[in-house]
């Protein structure tokens, strides 16, 4: 019984690992790569300029690119273009049936899909990263080496976000361009505690942990008392719990909901 | 002292009821599939939709159960047993007829090798494969209901359950299609067929449900579900020279309602129970060396009788 339940199990398995592929590749080519494509292209050609304007500072690339363009646009726009689309598209183009009705368990259908929303997110987000701060030179490498880590987390849990999104609305990429143009970056930027239910505070607490040694931090429009950045390993801590949280939630609405 | 363990039904549905909100898709239908190809005759609206998204694990049930093989049909393991071939014309556009197929048959759990073996014997069972390698987006409504018919036998279910599975496809496939349902039908699968084409449920299917409102009006074969239905007689037509003749003495039989001249040489008779019927007719036929040309039941297809059960069911109680 026990060598049925492995062989049954592993067979489970190498099926996921074949959603998983096909799902990559239909993402891979799809008009969200081309969307992808040219935004992260604008935003190269927007770094070069800036980058060749005068002598610039680790500082000016924090301030300049990372908390202007990168945090509030770049990093949610790609993550949701993916994110958004695994399973919402196979339900909006009716070939989730072929899914639901196949015998591999909810679960490893969802874990499948969001493991390629996941990769191909991170693949877009740390490369535009790289790429901006390569363009910008070395102050761009030096922050780079210091931010990516909080910035793949935060990758992250946008991405299992959005992944709820995906699962529990129609149309769902339009939702989630409304959170994150509007809803994230109102509620990230309201004083008081309710801009912790934002992830870009996170990624922003982490980039200024990370970026302390480049003396940026709170300042300007991120007023150290209106800000009232968290610690590092809490920051870290709670992205870690809410992409479990989100990821789980994802999971349940998929596993329970009638398509 | 251990007997052999009693099979499960391959499919049971046990007072299943389905709500959508106030809206009832599914009324207590209590029922058991049986073997051989099954039509499924419902008006729009009627439930048939939602009968089978409970079959295939889409739905779950809002009262009782529905069983495939002893397991809830929304779990994995019932799922393993079924092959559905939905109505919805939606596939993975730019794939091939060929990759798709291989695709749903990896889901299913299969080395990539048997995968493939797999895909080109459903392939050329639906005889797509010499065309299977262009693709989707390129087929005939034809070709793709075939494709669709391919990914629900890959994985050689024990239940195949097709929703308009003959939409868009020209009279020879259609024939060519029914022919490979019979086979299926004849190797032990069950199959349960929605069509809103009646007529060829009359030659296609062993036994038919009939459902309205969400409720089961019957379900059997065409012959068993006619002889229940007392308050419409059968009507037989008959061709034959001395019809006049051969009318008074059907009139005699217990089981004959009445009698009309239709016209000089061809007679229609009302029946009450038919069964009771057929073998006086031939002993009569035989006494009058009547010569009978046509004998036609004209009321006992499905339409026919699927008008007849509507016109029951909407009648007040």
């Known amino acids: ?259 | 002292m251990t007997g052999a363990p009693i099979p499960q039904p391959l499919c049971r549905f046990q007072a299943a009821s389905k709500w959508y909100g106030p809206v009832i898709g599914l009324n207590d239908l209590t029922w058991d599939l049986p073997p051989g190809i099954t039509g499924l005759v419902g008006h729009n609206g009627a439930g048939k939709s939602t009968l089978i998204k409970l079959l295939t694990g889409q739905l779950r049930p809002s009262l009782g159960r529905v069983l495939v093989r002893g397991h809830r049909a929304w779990t994995a393991a019932a799922r393993r047993h079924i092959g559905y071939c939905p109505d919805v014309d939606a596939f993975y556009e730019e794939m091939s007829g060929r990759a798709f197929v291989r695709m749903l048959a990896r889901l299913h759990g299969f080395s990539s090798k048997t995968a493939r073996e797999r895909t080109d014997d459903v392939l050329d069972q639906v005889d797509m494969a010499e065309r299977a390698d262009r693709p989707l987006g390129s087929y005939s409504k034809g070709m793709r209901q075939r494709i669709k018919l391919a990914q629900a036998l890959v994985h050689n279910p024990d239940l195949i359950v097709l929703d308009e599975p003959l939409n868009g496809v020209d009279p020879v496939g259609r024939v060519e299609l029914i022919r490979l349902f019979r086979s299926l039908a004849d190797r032990g699968k069950s199959l349960l067929i929605s069509s809103h084409i009646l007529d060829e449920m009359d030659t296609l299917a062993d036994q038919i449900l009939f459902i309205c409102r969400g409720r089961m009006l019957a379900s059997g074969s065409l012959d068993e579900i006619r002889a229940l239905l007392d308050d419409h007689p059968l009507k037989v037509r008959i061709a034959a020279p001395r019809a006049r003749q051969l009318a008074a003495e059907l009139l005699r039989l217990e089981s004959v309602r009445s009698a009309a001249l239709e016209s000089e040489g061809q007679l229609l008779l009302e029946v009450q129970r038919p069964k009771e019927f057929f073998g006086p007719l031939a002993a009569a036929v035989a006494e009058q060396a009547c010569d009978v040309q046509r004998l036609q039941v004209i009321d006992a297809s499905t339409e026919a009788i699927f008008d007849y059960l509507m016109e029951t069911a909407k009648r007040p109680r």
């Open chain 1, 1 to 259: 019984m026990d060598k049925n339940w492995a062989a049954d199990f592993l067979g489970r398995l190498s099926a996921s690992w074949h959603l998983l592929g096909v799902s990559l590749r239909r993402l891979l080519w799809s008009r969200q790569t081309i969307i992808s494509a040219v935004l992260v292209v604008l935003a190269g050609v927007a770094a070069y300029a800036w980058a060749r304007d005068r002598q610039r500072q680790p500082s000016d690339f924090v301030e300049e690119v990372l908390l202007t363009v990168y945090v509030p646009f770049l990093l949610p726009i790609l993550c949701l273009s993916y994110a958004t689309a695994g399973i919402a598209t196979d339900r909006d183009e009716q070939t989730l049936v072929y899914l639901v009705t196949s015998p591999l368990p909810r679960p490893f259908i969802f874990l499948a899909k969001a493991a390629a929303a996941l990769v191909l997110s991170l693949a877009w987000t740390m490369g535009t990263l790289a790429l901006l701060a390569g363009i910008a030179g070395k102050p761009g490498l030096e922050v780079f080496r210091a931010v990516w880590p909080g910035l793949f987390w935060a990758t992250v849990a946008y991405v299992c976000l959005f992944q709820v999104f995906s699962v529990a609305f129609r149309r769902a990429t339009i939702y989630a361009l409304g959170y994150a143009l509007f809803l994230e970056t109102l509620i990230g930027n309201m004083p008081g505690i309710v801009k912790r239910l934002a992830i870009s505070f996170y990624a922003r607490c982490l980039i200024f942990d990370a970026s302390a040694a480049f003396d940026v931090g709170p300042s300007g429009p991120f007023n150290e008392l209106l800000f009232q950045p968290l610690p590092a390993a809490t920051a870290y801590t709670i992205l870690y719990a809410a992409s479990a949280g989100l990821l789980l939630l994802g999971l349940v609405i998929f596993c329970t909901r009638e398509y």
